[in-house]
């Protein structure tokens, strides 16, 4: 499959721990890169994998923030969720012929 | 630090042209890939192509294959997509990423702020 899939929406109370999902067969191959992306704003790198470790924190995010990949699973982790990180997340992967792909993006409510 | 900056969008008819540019700033351009990343109007990411930073090779998505057609010019740090043959379903915020990697995309480090694509008649 060249598709990767995401939960459309996900909510999390203030201070708590919450995981977004992100499945898709080129992640048993490829590592998954994390994208937060707030309206009217560019996306911006949060993750991503390189050099056998699958969750590198992009400069400038803080460390609550998290990846880990199982399988065909990518997940990102925001642990004691601020209002701040509210926002769509977006997953992304290659596949062996090089192209991109984004998940369909998962919009956090952070209650 | 890393400044990328598009321009070229604009408000096309259906089957009209259009060449997007994108000018970097703050890192060493011709030592990465590139890529662009597009968003329609209440929608997701979707990647549309992406070339290496040498320029030899380029990377497209089913979309953009014989439309869209990407490039760069490394002495003037810019990227560029042509784009022909527009359709409704172009009309999107054309995003100009910067890659991790030297070769093929990979994970887009940084971001421009966009610029507007409206194809309609």
């Known amino acids: 499959s060249s598709e990767l899939t995401q939960d459309p929406a996900v909510s999390v109370a203030l201070g708590q721990t919450v995981r977004i999902t992100c499945q898709g067969d080129s992640l048993r191959s490829y590592y998954a890169s994390w994208y937060q992306q707030k309206p009217g704003q560019a996306p911006v790198l949060v993750i991503y994998?390189?050099?056998?470790?699958?969750?590198n924190r992009a400069s400038g995010i803080p460390d609550r923030f998290s990846g880990s990949s199982s399988g065909n699973t990518a997940s990102l982790t925001i642990t004691g969720a601020q209002a701040e990180d509210e926002a769509d997340y977006y997953c992304?992967?290659?596949?062996?012929?090089?192209?991109?792909?984004f998940g369909g993006g998962t919009k956090l409510t952070v209650l | 630090e890393v400044h990328l900056l598009e321009s070229g969008g604009g408000l096309l008819q259906p089957g009209g042209s259009l060449r997007l540019s994108c000018e970097a700033s703050g890192f060493t351009f011709s030592s990465y890939a590139m890529s662009w990343v597009r968003q329609a109007p209440g929608k997701g990411l979707e990647w549309v192509s992406s070339?290496?930073?040498?320029?030899?090779?380029?990377y497209n998505a089913d979309s953009a294959k014989g439309r869209f057609i990407i490039s760069r010019d490394n002495s003037k740090n810019t990227l560029y997509l042509r784009m022909t043959s527009l359709r409704a379903e172009d009309t999107a915020v054309y995003y100009c990423?910067?890659?991790?990697?030297?070769?093929?995309?990979?994970?887009?480090?940084?971001w421009g702020r966009g610029t507007l694509v409206t194809v309609s008649s």
């Open positions: 070339i290496s930073g040498s320029g030899d090779s380029t």
């Open positions: 990423a910067k890659e991790g990697s030297g070769y093929y995309p990979y994970y887009s480090d940084h």
């Open positions: 994998g390189k050099n056998n470790r699958a969750s």
């Open positions: 992304s992967s290659r596949d062996s012929g090089n192209h991109l792909m």
